[in-house]
C-alpha cells in the first residue's frame, strides 16, 4: 500500500524554538501510523557541513521511530562535498544511529540518469543565457523499489545558487550527478546571485521544479524541512514542514526570509565573519562568508574572514587543484576564462565558485588562516592575514552578532555563522 503523504507546518511559539517533545508529535504525525508497514526506508539529511539546520537531530528521532519496524539506511545529501568522518557522523546524529547504516554518496559514479530539462525551457528561464538540456541524474539507491518511503530531510535557508534551499534541492543536488550539480549552479552564477538569493523562485528552483514534477513523482519522496536560527551556538528549530506538496516548502521559505534575512539600513564598511572549524574546512564552503554578506558590503569596504579550519580550497582533489589554477577573479573574467578552457567547461560547478566566491571588485576580501600561506591564498585572489593576529585583534569570544566597537573606536559588523542567513543593505535587496 502507498505510504499517505502528509502536509504538516508546524511553528514554534516561543524564540527558543520547538522542543523536543513537539518535534517528535510533527515526527509521529508525518508517519501518521504507518510506520508499522514500512519494511525498508531510506533517509536523506544533510552532511555534517549543515550541523546548524537541525536535520541531525530529525535524522536520529526518524531512526528512533522506524528502526522497530523497517530497515533503515541513511544517505547524506553529500552533493560534492567529502564523505563525513565517523566522528563527524557521530556528532551529528547521536550515539544511536548506527554508522554501518551510512550510504556514501560519490556525484561522479553513483548516479543514474532518470530524464531531461529541455533546452527551450532553460533558454527561457535564463533570459537567453543558457540553452543547452540539463541531464537530470541522481543517486541510484533512490531508484531502489524495495524502499517503501524515502524520507528527504533539508534546511530552508538563503541560498547563492538555488535562492533558497532545500526542498527538491537535496534530492538533485545533495544525490545529484555531475550535469546537474555544474549546471545549475552556472545556470545561478550567470544569471547573478545578487537577484537571486532569499527569493524562492529563481531559474535553478525552476529547473529543480520541473524536474520533480516529470522523474520524481513515480518515487515515495517525503520533504521534511527546518527553518534554524543559531544564538550562541544553539540551535532553534522555528519551524517543521512534511509532505510532498511544494506549498510546505513556500511555508518555509517564508518563515526563513522572517528569520534568516538581516537588512541594513546603510551598507557596512567592515564586516568580520567566523567560521567554525568543525563545519568550514575549505574555501568551498567558507565562501559563505563572502557571498551571504555581499548584498550588504559597502563599495570598498573591507570583509575579514577568520578561518581557524581552512585548510584547502576545493572539496576534492580535482576542484581544488583549478579553483589553485584560476582564482577568484569575479564574473566577467570567469566567463572569458569559460570559454577558453576545457577543464573549465568541463567543471562548471567549479567555475560558479570561483564567481561565487569574488566581490567582483567591489569590496576587499581577507582571509585569516593558519593552515595555508600566505602565497597560497594571495594565489587565489585573497588578501592575507595570519590567524593569530586577526584573533588578537578581533576576538570571538570577545565579540557579539552585530555591530562593536573596538577599543581603538573602530566600529565592525560581526557574524558568528554565515550558514545560517543573508545580510543586505534594504535598498539592494
Known sequence: MPFKQPYIEK?????????????QQALEESLDGQAGSLSRVLLIPPDFTRMHSGAGKLTAMYYDLLKHHSTV?????????EAMSEAEYRAFFGPDVPYSSMIRHNWRTDVVKIGEVPGDFIRDISEGLMHDPIDVEINKHLLDPSYDLIISIGQVVPHEVVGMANYSKNIFVGCGGNRMINSSHMLGAFYGMDRIMGRDHSPVRQVFDYAETHFLQDLPVMYVLTVTTAAGGDVAIHGLFAGRDRKLFEAGVRLSQEKNLNFMDQPLKKVVVYLDEREFKSTWLGNKAIYRTRLAMAQDGELLVLAPGVRKFGEDDDNDRLIRKYGYVGRKRVIELIADNKDLQDNLSVAAHLIHGSSDEQFGITYAVAQLTRKEIEQVNFKYCPLDEAIKHYNPDHLKDGFNTMPDGEEIFYISNPA??????????
Not at 545560517?420 to 535587496?429: E, K, M, N, Q, V
Open 11 to 23: 511553528y514554534a511559539t516561543e524564540d527558543r524554538g520547538l522542543a523536543d517533545h513537539e518535534l
Open 420 to 429: 545560517l542567513g543573508l545580510w543586505a543593505d534594504r535598498s539592494r535587496f
Open 73 to 81: 539506511d541513511i544517505l547524506p545529501a553529500l552533493g560534492t562535498h
